[in-house]
């Protein structure tokens, strides 16, 4: 399976601890999102990477959340602190970028964080 | 205020019926994409609409874009079990990394 893969599947800690995801993209991609879900809503865009460069960032990320892709391949969410509201299906998506197309994302199946 | 409205947000309906769901905006896209989700995984790609009054058919699936392309429907034909799951709608603006989800409808088809 060469699709988008996203680990850990599930994450439960407590409040205050700090948590980190990985998101390996479709390998030929040069586009990576971040979304959040939460139960009964669409996904929310967090951050998007165009190779290693963050080019975007939603005001949904705060300053205790952080993400990179360091070689422009796999991804790292970071998120310090956490606190109950971040409690949520974490998504990473994965697009191929040719310009002047709509892109069509493809989603990994997402890290389900849950803060104690 | 969400910028896509999604409608209704619950539907439940026996095998073989047929079924209509839609999107509003009071925006433009440049495009438009279909998603649907199951528990526990991410949201799969049906289709993407880019042209004022589009029509596309997948299967039992037909999706139309607005002329104004402001809004969307998808219009599933003789429903099946396997068609349950979370639909969601997602327009693009301007740049095609701005992509914004509508909040999905929930829908449920009983045996």
Known sequence: ?116 | TQLLEQSPQFLSIQEGENLTVYCNSSSVFSSLQWYRQEPGEGPVLLVTVVTGGEVKKLKRLTFQFGDARKDSSLHITAAQPGDTGLYLCAGARGSARQLTFGSGTQLTVLP
């Open chain 1, 1 to 116: 399976d060469t699709g988008v893969s996203q680990n850990p599947r599930h994450k439960i800690t407590k409040r205050g601890q700090n948590v980190t995801f990985r998101c390996d993209p479709i390998s030929e991609h040069n586009r990576l999102y971040w979304y959040r879900q939460t139960l009964g809503q669409g996904p929310e865009f967090l951050t998007y990477f165009q190779n290693e460069a963050q080019l975007e960032k939603s005001r949904l990320l705060s300053d205790r959340f952080s993400a990179e892709r360091p070689k422009g391949s796999f991804s790292t969410l970071e998120i310090q602190r956490t606190e109950q509201g971040d409690s949520a299906m974490y998504l990473c998506a994965s697009s191929a970028g040719e310009r002047g197309r709509s892109t069509e994302r493809h989603f990994g199946d997402g890290t389900r964080l849950s803060i104690l």
